[in-house]
């Protein structure tokens, strides 16, 4: 499958913002996505990204892509105690399967 | 939206049985489906992707032996583990594509543990 790397875990208080970084390898991926999991508990979609755009803002959700070097971030302004989860984040390729990051751990603190 | 309903969330068997898990589409048609393994603070792994009245196809190094998969109508797939095995213990977990700018869904997950 494809590489996609990620960091793995980030502390946070509450009411700062949170940055999370992810690489991805399939440059022909069209769509990129960022996924919340909280223990014990499917993937729920945050937000996506298609790969002609450069930014797309949603809410308290940035999430910055740099195709050239096949660098994708998430912010999350504000960030509260609900944000608290692991956050993966997902490329597609090839018959529309999914690779995904390590994933990140957000802990964020009251 | 999109919602896909994974049954059971956990389930305990003894090694030698076989557990099957469900995975259903509520509101769309789903022609193709894919489950995922995941290993404690891992990511996830792809292990197969469920096509609607083919077979399934396998990543590679996966079982399909083991890990029996039908998807005999647009809206439910199965998991089968056969003779489970403790080695087999993890968190699986399903998903269906609405379309791809509408993401992924993923169901809720099922703990399998063989004792």
């Known amino acids: 499958g494809e590489d996609v790397e990620q960091s793995l875990f980030l502390s946070v208080r509450e009411g700062d913002s949170s940055v999370i970084n992810c690489t991805y390898t399939?440059?022909?991926?069209?769509?990129l996505y960022w996924y919340k999991q909280e223990p014990g508990a499917g993937l729920q979609l945050l937000t996506y990204i298609f790969s002609n755009m450069d930014m797309k803002q949603d809410q308290r959700l940035t999430v910055l892509l740099n195709k050239k070097d096949k660098h994708l971030s998430l912010r999350i302004a504000d960030t509260q105690t609900g944000d608290s989860a692991i956050y993966f984040c997902?490329?597609?390729?090839?018959?529309?399967?999914?690779?995904f990051g390590k994933g990140n751990q957000v802990v964020v603190i009251p | 939206g999109a919602v896909v309903s994974q049954h059971p969330s956990w389930v305990i068997c003894k090694s030698g049985t076989s557990v099957k898990i469900e995975c259903r589409s509520l509101?769309?048609?789903?022609?193709?489906m894919f489950w995922y393994r995941q290993f404690p603070k891992q990511s996830l792994m792809l292990m197969a992707t469920?096509?609607?009245?083919?077979?399934?196809?396998?990543e590679q190094g996966v079982e399909k032996d083991k890990f029996l998969i039908n998807h005999a109508s647009l809206t439910l797939s199965t998991l089968t583990v056969t003779s489970a095995h403790p080695e087999d213990s993890s968190f699986y977990i399903c998903?269906?594509?609405?379309?791809?700018?509408?993401?992924?869904?993923f169901g809720s997950g099922t703990r399998l543990t063989v004792v």
């Open positions: 997902a490329e597609n390729w090839g018959n529309n399967r999914l690779a």
């Open positions: 399939d440059s022909s991926s069209t769509y």
């Open positions: 998903s269906a594509s609405y379309g791809p700018q509408d993401g992924y869904t």
């Open positions: 469920s096509n609607e009245g083919s077979k399934a196809t396998y």
């Open positions: 509101d769309f048609q789903a022609t193709t």
